[in-house]
């Protein structure tokens, strides 16, 4: 069942490259395999240049491209970039010098899909090699070897048998902290567990490389909903005076606002009814006779006082529970006080001298 499920995944992976293919510029571009200028954020094996001046790459001849570029001396150049991290396309600005119009970069023709042959470390096993070569699970991709090419869902795995008790170097990507690492890591079949990694492995259209967390522009979390939020890595910083007494006119109370820090939260949209304010004068006289009496302001202590003495009370009438201030009930009565039944005969027997009385019950 795995097998045939394994197969139709592989086929859907297919048909997504296919599918793709002709969105991706036919699926080719020229890899970034060295940067050695650093003001141009362009990351080597990630970064494919698929666009220039805002036309479509579709001859490999890399002549064509570097006189588009030295014609763009003195000026700018748009390059349209492809990134394998999280699979997106975007235009960036490329100043050209006049004295040498180069942009520092080693090119290379190649399939875009060469950056969907990774695998991402789902799981590792705690003493297994790849526990001890220190790869980390969820975060961690494989994404190449110095030791050669690796092409196909089982390329890893055959290149790993290759290597058996034997040190296999592979670079390894963090999408957590956005870094690419060197790996020196050991493959086994006697340390103790199942594979020779320790370690299960995901390959497909689910496991690519996504979004480094630090790209991306941030949408001030908290911004829309509070005012005066003390952001990660903000300075403090106190909140308006108009926000301060906002603040005191919704909420009925005074305050001052050496009180208030950075850290309290007040609401942008805080709506709620004016406190109720407290009559000016009493009149004296009483209200007049057959209008309806107005209710006395009751603080909440007071009402939710009264309100648990009345439920009380009614817990003890539904429980039949006595009052402890009640009268105790009447006794019961004794054997003295056991009426005797009418009309019984009496007999008098003469029983060694003395009379009894006996009645018939």
């Known amino acids: 069942m795995f097998g045939a499920l394994n197969r139709f995944i592989s086929r859907l992976d297919s048909d997504a490259q296919h599918s793709t293919s002709r969105d991706r510029y036919n699926a080719f571009g020229f890899q970034v395999l060295r940067n050695k200028n650093s003001e141009i954020l362009i990351e080597p094996w990630y970064d494919f240049i698929i666009g220039i001046n805002g036309r479509h790459i579709e001859n490999p001849d890399p002549a064509l491209f570097t006189t588009e570029t030295r ?99 592979l670079w390894v990507f963090n999408h957590e902290y956005n870094v690419t690492r060197l790996v020196t890591i ?88 004016p406190p109720l304010q407290p009559p000016t004068s009493v009149p004296t006289g009483g209200p007049p006779k057959g209008a309806r009496r107005g209710k006395k302001a009751i603080s909440p202590s007071v009402a939710f006082d009264e309100y648990f003495k009345e439920e009380e009370q009614k817990s003890k009438e539904e429980d039949f529970a006595p009052d402890s201030k009640a009268a105790p009930p009447p006794p019961p009565p004794g054997k003295s006080g056991i009426p005797q039944a009418s009309g019984a005969g009496e007999g008098k027997t003469s029983t060694e001298g003395t009379n009894t009385e006996e009645a018939a019950v």
């Not at 526990?131 to 089982?154: M, N, Q």
């Not at 108009?242 to 050496?258: Q, Y």
């Open 186 to 273: 050991t493959p086994s079949r006697s340390w103790g567990g199942e594979g020779a990694l320790g370690c299960v492995l995901g390959f497909g259209a689910l496991h690519k490389l996504p979004a480094p967390l630090s790209e991306g522009p941030v949408e001030g979390p908290g911004e829309a909903l509070f005012e005066g939020v003390k952001l990660s890595g903000e300075q403090d910083r106190a909140p308006s005076a108009s926000a301060v007494s906002s603040l005191k006119e919704n909420m009925g109370f005074e305050t001052t606002t050496n009180q208030f820090s950075g850290n309290l939260l007040v609401p942008a949209s805080l709506t709620s009814p």
């Open 71 to 169: 014609n763009c001396a003195g000026s700018s150049v748009a390059l349209t970039m492809y990134s394998a991290k999280g699979q997106r396309t975007l235009t960036i600005d490329i100043p050209v010098p006049t004295p040498s119009p180069t942009l520092g970069l080693t090119l290379q023709w190649s399939p875009l899909a060469i950056a969907d042959q990774v695998w991402h470390i789902l799981s590792v096993t705690p003493s297994s090699p790849a526990d001890t070569a220190g790869l980390l699970p969820y975060s961690d991709y494989i994404v190449g070897t110095p030791e050669g090419h690796v092409h196909g869902e089982a390329g890893l795995g055959e290149l790993v048998e290759e290597y058996i008790s034997r040190q296999l170097r």
